[in-house]
């Protein structure tokens, strides 16, 4: 049975993705599991790889409610895992940071501003202010991807939606970014999803 608690992402030197179940590490060895344990691969092709600053970033202009500012309270995690054809669609990292990016390899460290929906690292791991409270059609509206019952980024079909490993029933965009939410997102082709993620201290 594949791991069901806890998911990693795994970065390698080249900027590939893997997902591992919990207690992965990057090392090799730990990725010696059965055939159903095994990591899931990112998809390979443009499609898999969206580009993280869209247009109304890059020009820091507002977007829905939501304004590109320097200035953050208190914030927490979310993690989205996404996929399609039962392939990792990596969520990269600098969504909702503003060019110029501060980068250190494929961790953004920061830019001219930033919304209340932003990602640091290519992990999945949503960085959401507490206030204003913000949906997932937020976090992919400020991201510059379509989302609806029927399209996920760049794949387009029947999409099927998980909160803490439940299938969401109401509007995909409605899910909110409640603090520590594990939100998985398939298209074309189920994988089981994970309930629940290891945050880092801090978020």
């Known amino acids: 049975m594949r791991l069901g608690f806890e998911r990693a992402i795994l970065v390698g030197t080249d900027g590939a993705l ?3 179940g919990c207690g992965a590490s990057s090392h090799p060895a730990a990725l010696r599991l059965p055939p159903d344990e095994q990591p899931i691969p990112a998809g390979r092709g443009a499609a898999y790889r969206p580009r993280a600053v869209s247009p ?3 020009r820091r202009a507002p977007i829905q409610r939501l304004r590109c500012t320097r200035e953050h309270g208190r914030s927490y995690g979310v993690h989205l895992e996404l996929y399609a054809d039962r392939l990792v669609v990596p ?3 600098g969504i909702g940071i503003a060019p110029p990016q501060r980068r250190s390899g494929v961790y953004v460290l920061g830019g001219a501003c930033a919304y209340p929906v932003r990602t640091f690292e290519p992990t999945g791991v949503v960085v959401v202010d507490a206030r204003p409270r913000v949906d997932l059609a937020a976090l992919f509206a400020v991201w510059g991807q379509p989302l609806s019952r029927h399209a996920l980024a ?4 029947p999409v099927l939606a998980f909160v803490e490993g439940r ?3 109401g509007a995909i965009g409605s899910i909110s970014l409640a603090r520590h939410a594990e939100i998985v997102l398939e298209v074309r082709g189920a994988v089981p999803p994970h309930p629940r993620y290891r945050f880092p201290p801090g978020l």
Not at 154 to 157: D, K, L, T, Y
């Open 18 to 20: 893997v997902t591992a």
């Open 56 to 58: 109304a970033v890059a």
């Open 91 to 93: 969520v990269p990292s």
């Open 154 to 157: 760049s794949f387009h079909g």
């Open 167 to 169: 299938r969401w029933r």
